[in-house]
């Protein structure tokens, strides 16, 4: 008798397990191919606790090479330890070219859990919701097949499950009270899933997978993997269409409208520079209290003087608190992945100055000019960069952009000093000449870049450099006017 | 009369002024020789509370490009939040060739504090202690120029600054209570940084600066610096000599002599299979719990079955648990630093697993066969990488290595296989053949390697792996034993 009732669902199993069996194969075939294409494929695994996201993945990866998969489990730390942007970690974890990474909860998790622990306020929610849709579009756009799942299990089911658990000593700790709540609130939580998901599937659409049964949303979840990742081999690498978001920008002057002429005798310069250089310091102070992230971005003309200019900050400040990122071309780890990853992991601690030189701008001058990225990745990018440093500036950044400007006739003058000084020979290199050969390509190039994404919230400031004095004046002028407003009203 | 009797103290300030500008003039033109010749330089920079050592670093970089120099400022979590081992944040911060890197307090305070403090016990200070010496001296023996301040005030110095700091607003954070306590316990401060110097300037000696006057500091560090970049510039990159130390070794057969018969039949197969695996979950939970962590290496013949070999270890492992890292040649970043770089910064957090999938063991294969390293190079690496994995095993990680064993016969007919298998054939390279030409050369290095490298706490395994289905359950058995063995008497 008991045999018989158990047949059908015998064979049910039988077979699930030859389907997931089927799948896993097909799957172990296509990495040969997605590796070979270099496909970078994102699997974001969410859910309920106990749901069981870490055994869908284990039956996801089962028959995939080590080299070509990884597995990122965030850890949520409490909201008031948070030193980066919301974003940070799951930006850091983008995979590579040619590889899946699978994320064991992620944005999904970290949005709906801090909204309704009460950490961010509701502002906060909504700008992190917004910043989600663009992540996952800027990495649709730049070629990532992006899986979106969501495991499914009843309240029941869930209590079960966390009761089996919490049974025996190897286990009960991974039940954890931020579980009981969620086991306690679960309607609660059911409403912030549920709303999270219908504000973030326009772009990518999230699969919900019943949990309630393991062969099943293993099946489920193998099926889809395996479909998308065919079709994205088919189609080719995606390569996202520009698109005009309206960002309030501000207006810039065009390159030759600007005066170089400004300038500042050496006593004028010396006495301010004491003056600004002792404000600054005690500003950085301030800064590091209140936990005010500082991102300063420096671009301009080769020989512009960026490097003196930057030194000039720098001084003031105390070395714990702040770095200086040079920027080169990319190494192949970075061209590996989304054009902003190599910044994403670039960025400083709250309360940290970070100074830029040279940044994420390359992408609309040089990689433009020089065509390492296509006509739609650079025309896209104004309003990807946009986004990104709202998002930066959401996060409570202060974020200037300078353009330190220097004529033609400067920066021959500059080249030519720096060829017949020994100790300056190494700054410059054949590519500082050929850049110099391409100065309308590039003007024209600036010009759009500063019409497009000087934003209110991220503004650029163009610094006039035939006067090196004079431009390092006005840039700490700046940065201190930006960081006296900062620090007004912010809680230390 | 007061103008008189300033007027010597006002000489030698002019005086100090115009020395610390011609040495920084020097620091400026040596940075084009040092980046081209590829030199790495590292500083730690040690002291005081409130001695300076920020002002100092500042006065060390003004004059240097921000694109040649970096500073670094570890934060000292309690011993009980460190997930990691004592030196990694060290280690990973290390400067790449052509460029000098600052350290901003380093492994001197994290040690004499937290042996003070009874953060830590005296048995695993003196391991720190001689961590630390084995770290300078792989660096030194590396190519490295580490140089070691000291920046000393005395007890009535460091009160004057603490109380002016602590007197407005914008500084007085700067003093911790961990500061404070320095302050009342000054003279147990004073031997244990004496003690600390003591033990730890055979390799590389301690400068003792004055810290008591900004500018003699800034003068004296300066001059060393500067004088140590000139002498390093001259002699040429420094490479170390081999040297011997006892490890207590244990005796490993020569390949030859492995009896590569020993075979599952497929049942006893899935039975054992199952049934170690159920158990390595187990116990996956109990080392997660007691926050051990677990470094399994794989090394092996090219189509010895290690993926499937270490497929079989993860498929019972929590994701959220556990990393696979696929070691291939070294990307250009890693090339630029010390060859163990890359592993430092690819260890497992305490209680997860970490499989490497190759290893550093490159050295003395790869590296040592196709001359990618000198012979002082990969002879050296013996010492240097036991040293490395008791720094592991210190820490409290089981570290456990395997040599997938296979004879040329079964190489050859599973590279046909590959050959003639479309879904296998991205596993199949030319160097895998060329690798094979390579057979006899290999395996005198492996044997090599497995003798001198097979220490008690980090011992080698050779897997015969002839029948993969021996080699697996031959793995995950010695993996559980030793799991076991680790979490006996562990506090969780």
């Known amino acids: 008798m008991k045999k018989e009732k158990n047949d059908p669902e015998k064979q049910e199993n039988a077979q699930l397990k030859a389907e997931i069996k089927a799948l896993r194969g097909r799957l172990m075939a296509q990495q040969q191919e997605f590796r070979a294409k270099g496909l970078p494929i994102l699997v974001l695994v969410e859910g309920w606790s106990a749901a069981g996201k870490g055994s869908l993945i284990n039956e996801l990866?089962?028959?995939?090479?080590?080299?070509?998969?990884n597995v990122?489990?965030?850890?949520?730390?409490?909201?008031?330890?948070?030193?980066?942007p919301f974003l940070y970690p799951y930006a850091k974890a983008i995979p590579e070219n040619g590889k899946i990474m699978f994320y064991d909860s992620g944005w999904m998790e970290d949005c709906v859990r801090r909204d309704l622990r009460r950490e961010i306020t509701r502002d906060e929610y909504k700008n992190r919701v917004r910043a989600v849709c663009e992540f996952e579009r800027q990495l649709r756009d730049g070629g990532y097949l992006v899986l979106k799942f969501f495991l499914n299990i009843s309240q029941q089911e869930q209590r079960k499950r966390?009761?089996?658990?919490?049974?025996n000593y190897e286990t009960e700790w991974r039940v954890t009270s931020e579980d009981l709540w969620q086991q306690n609130e679960y309607k609660l939580f059911k409403e912030g899933y549920d709303a999270f998901m219908e504000k973030?599937?326009?772009?990518?659409?999230?699969h919900v997978l019943d949990g309630s049964k393991r062969s099943l949303a293993a099946r489920d979840a193998l099926k889809l993997l395996v479909e998308q990742i065919d079709k994205a081999l088919e189609e080719g690498r995606y390569v996202g269409k520009p698109f005009k978001e309206s960002f309030p920008l501000l207006k810039m002057p065009k390159l030759a409208?600007?005066?170089?002429?400004?300038?500042?005798?050496?006593?004028?310069?010396?006495?301010?520079?004491?003056?600004?250089?002792?404000?600054?310091?005690?500003l950085h102070n301030v800064v590091y209290r209140k936990k005010i992230p500082v991102i300063l971005c420096?671009?301009?003309?080769?020989?512009?003087?960026?490097?003196?200019?930057?030194?000039?900050?720098?001084?003031?400040?105390?070395?714990?608190?702040?770095?200086?990122?040079?920027?080169?071309?990319?190494?192949?780890?970075?061209l590996a992945r989304q054009y902003l990853w190599r910044f994403w992991t670039r960025l400083p601690r709250s309360g940290h100055f970070c100074i830029f030189d040279r940044t994420w701008y390359g992408r609309v001058m040089v990689e433009r000019l020089e065509g390492f990225c296509s006509e739609d990745d650079w025309k896209r990018a104004y309003n990807e960069i946009n986004e990104f440093e709202r998002q930066l500036t959401d996060w409570g950044a202060v974020v200037l952009k300078f353009w330190i400007h220097i004529d033609q006739d400067t920066q021959?003058?500059?080249?030519?000093?720096?060829?017949?000084?020994?100790?300056?020979?190494?700054?410059?290199?054949?590519?500082?000449?050929?850049?110099?050969?391409?100065?309308?390509?590039?003007?024209?190039?600036?010009?759009?870049?500063?019409?497009?994404?000087s934003t209110k919230n991220a503004p650029w400031f163009i610094i006039e450099s035939n006067d090196k004095k004079y431009a390092r004046i006005k840039t700490l002028k700046i940065v201190i006017e930006a960081l006296e407003k900062a620090c007004e009203g912010r809680l230390s």
Chains 1, 2 share one sequence.
């Not at 990866?61 to 998969?69: F, G, K, L, M």
């Not at 990122?72 to 980066?84: H, Q």
């Open 298 to 334: 420096y671009e301009g003309w080769d020989a512009a003087g960026k490097g003196g200019n930057i030194r000039r900050i720098a001084r003031p400040l105390d070395p714990r608190g702040f770095d200086v990122m040079p920027i080169a071309s990319p190494e192949p780890h970075e």
């Open 257 to 282: 409208e600007v005066d170089l002429s400004p300038s500042l005798t050496d006593e004028e310069y010396r006495k301010e520079l004491k003056k600004l250089q002792k404000r600054l310091g005690e």
């Open 72 to 84: 990122f489990s965030p850890v949520l730390t409490p909201e008031s330890e948070a030193r980066y």
């Open 412 to 453: 021959l003058a500059r080249f030519n000093d720096r060829q017949n000084t020994p100790e300056k020979q190494w700054k410059l290199t054949e590519e500082d000449w050929r850049n110099r050969e391409k100065w309308p390509q590039y003007e024209e190039a600036v010009d759009e870049m500063l019409q497009k994404t």
């Open 61 to 69: 990866i089962s028959e995939i090479d080590p080299r070509n998969y």
């Open 162 to 167: 966390m009761n089996a658990l919490r049974e």
């Open 200 to 206: 973030t599937s326009e772009v990518i659409p999230w």
